[in-house]
């Protein structure tokens, strides 16, 4: 009885295999620029096979599952979403962050030169400003017409 369960695993899995293979071959050969729409690529694996419409729906979230965990492809959602290549989306990601860094890295440029600034603004409140006195002195000087009286 063993036996006969593993060769119904096998040949379940064997099914499954050349619908991965063709899948592997029709994005191998998809030469686009963006995403490869997933329900093109269903179409074409549904003739391929010539899946019945129940056949279709009981095999489109294998597929689907099998692009989620592939090494080289991944799926994106939305209006503009699809199966891309994984090394551009990699690639994308790594522009971001380099952009994120030197933005950073800018920001980071313009604070030092910012405390810098005031420093300098703060050193020269301590300078001497007229007759041997600082700014602070100044302040604390009587009003003008009290200094000539």
Aim: net charge negative; with cysteine.
């Amino acid at each position: 009885m063993n036996g006969n369960i593993s060769a119904h695993i096998q040949a379940y899995w064997e099914t499954y295999t050349e619908t991965f293979q063709f899948v592997d071959q029709i994005l191998a050969n998809w030469t686009g620029v963006g995403c490869y729409k997933l329900p093109t690529l269903l179409e074409e694996v549904a003739v391929q096979f010539d899946w019945t419409e129940e056949q279709f729906r009981a095999k489109d979230p294998i597929v689907r599952d099998y692009l989620r965990s592939h090494p080289l492809y991944f799926i994106t959602r939305g209006a503009r979403g699809g199966i891309g290549r994984r090394f551009e989306k990699d690639q994308k990601e790594a522009r971001l962050e380099a952009k994120k860094q030197a933005k950073k890295e800018v920001e980071m440029a313009i604070e030092a030169e910012i405390a810098r600034k005031q420093a300098l603004i703060s050193a020269d409140k301590t300078t001497v400003v007229s007759a041997g006195k600082t700014t602070a002195d100044n302040f604390n000087a009587p009003p003008y017409e009290e200094a000539f009286t």
